[in-house]
């Protein structure tokens, strides 16, 4: 007996999954809600993520339209260079970090043709002794699988099977402005924090920018367009104009920025993996690597289980995943408590702290996140 094997979601961490599962030979159904992705806003992949892609088969030059990301500059609301990573040197023999849009990673990253995809909304699931039934929107009766993958994105609806108090606002932006626009001329990766806001801007290709706005010390970002103009109000140029820029003729979108806090993973032959599962403040930008991750491990994990013994895989990966998230976890806790110092205290501390909490962040994510994904 093979098993069949549900993957609810069609995200990142879904696609690496079932990428995952076809290289053992095995596939799987996929149900993903929505009909097509567009473009999307950008995406930065530090080196892990990068290594965890080509680990899925996906090379460097799959994700070429984007911009490698060399450089880190963090500066104050006036501009003042407070420090400055050399991103490549960090990761030169990991993957080279790179900001691509989001629609383009998913592009790089196809569903393999073991997978059988279904265009519908998984809306509950409950494990039973011998798999997991789902509930799917217009289907006349629940849908029995043996092992179902929640990969669900941050507002997963599988994750109510685990439990049903898990999202918390990110401590240090409750929402958050993105947008793409004309490039500014900004030429690295650059941060501009403010008292009460923050600025990000990376190129992303073509001629254009990703930016990212969002508040320093917890609370909301206003969702009315006027909030992301005034806040922009007596940043530097490169960041006035982008926005300008933005508001104009480029691409918006407002959203919360939640985080999922979870005591389990994992409920019988159910098992959540990247944001249905752990979701994080993008702080450290390893929502995707950490998605991807999980991938590489569940999937090798699931494929060399055998069936009768499927019960046991979802303890077996949290206890190879969790240590790894939580120290992502604490290192965007520790960088939001700097975030939120008092602007002047923040600025004196930054250029010995800051440098201190990037490698003391990345350091440990250079290593192999678990030898069954070397
Ligand atoms: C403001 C912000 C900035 C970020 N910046 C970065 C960054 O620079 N770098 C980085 O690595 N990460 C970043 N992240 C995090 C990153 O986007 C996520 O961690 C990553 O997308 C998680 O992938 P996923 O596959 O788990 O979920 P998702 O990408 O959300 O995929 C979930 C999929 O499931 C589908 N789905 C959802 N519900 C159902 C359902 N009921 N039935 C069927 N299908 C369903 C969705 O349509 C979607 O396709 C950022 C996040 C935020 C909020």
């Not at 093979?2 to 993957?7: A, E, K, M, N, Y």
């Not at 030169?92 to 519908?120: I, K, Q, S, T, W």
């Not at 073509?206 to 806040?231: M, N």
Request: hydrophobic residues 45%; neutral net charge; glycine residues 10%.
């Amino acid at each position: 007996m093979t098993g069949s094997v549900l993957v609810v979601g069609s995200g990142i961490a879904g696609r690496a999954v079932a990428r995952v599962l076809a290289r053992h030979g095995r596939g799987c159904t996929v149900i993903e809600r929505r009909e097509s992705v567009g473009r999307g806003m950008g995406v930065n992949l530090p080196g892990n993520a990068v290594r965890a892609l080509a680990e899925l088969g996906v090379p460097d030059r799959a994700l070429a339209g984007g911009v490698p990301v060399r450089r880190r500059e963090y500066r104050n609301r006036r501009g003042r260079l407070l420090f400055a990573v050399d991103d490549d040197r960090f990761w030169h023999d990991v993957g080279r970090p790179v900001c691509v849009r989001h629609g383009a990673l998913l592009d790089a990253l196809p569903l393999p043709g073991a997978a059988e995809l279904e265009r519908a909304r998984a809306v509950a699931a409950r494990p039973t002794p011998t798999g997991v039934d789902v509930d799917v929107e217009g289907a006349p009766s629940p849908r029995h699988f043996d092992f179902v993958i929640g990969a669900d994105g941050v507002n997963s609806a599988m994750r109510e099977a685990v439990d049903t108090d898990a999202l918390r606002p990110s401590s240090m932006t409750g929402s958050s402005w993105r947008f793409v626009a004309a490039d500014p001329g900004v030429d690295c990766w650059t941060a501009w924090a403010g008292r009460d806001e923050t600025f990000l801007l990376i190129p992303v290709g073509a001629g254009l920018v990703y930016g990212y706005a969002a508040r320093t010390r917890g609370g909301s970002t206003g969702s009315d367009r006027s909030w992301l103009a005034q806040a922009a109000e007596g940043f530097p140029e490169p960041v006035t104009a982008a926005v300008a820029q933005a508001l104009q003729a480029g691409e918006l979108h407002h959203a919360p920025v939640d985080e999922v806090h979870l005591d389990h993973w994992h409920h019988g032959r159910l098992v959540l993996v990247g944001d249905a599962a752990h979701a994080t403040g993008p702080v450290w930008a390893q929502g995707v690597a950490m998605a991807l991750e999980d991938a590489l491990v569940l999937g090798d994990l699931l494929a060399r289980t055998p069936v009768e013994h499927w019960s046991g895989v979802g303890p077996e990966f949290e206890r190879l995943r969790r240590p790894r998230v939580e120290h992502v976890r604490s290192a965007t806790d520790k960088m939001s408590r700097l975030a939120a110092l008092p602007a002047w205290l923040r600025d004196a501390s930054a250029p010995v702290l800051g440098p201190r909490n990037y490698r003391a962040a990345y350091a440990p994510l250079r290593e192999v996140s678990h030898p069954a994904a070397a």
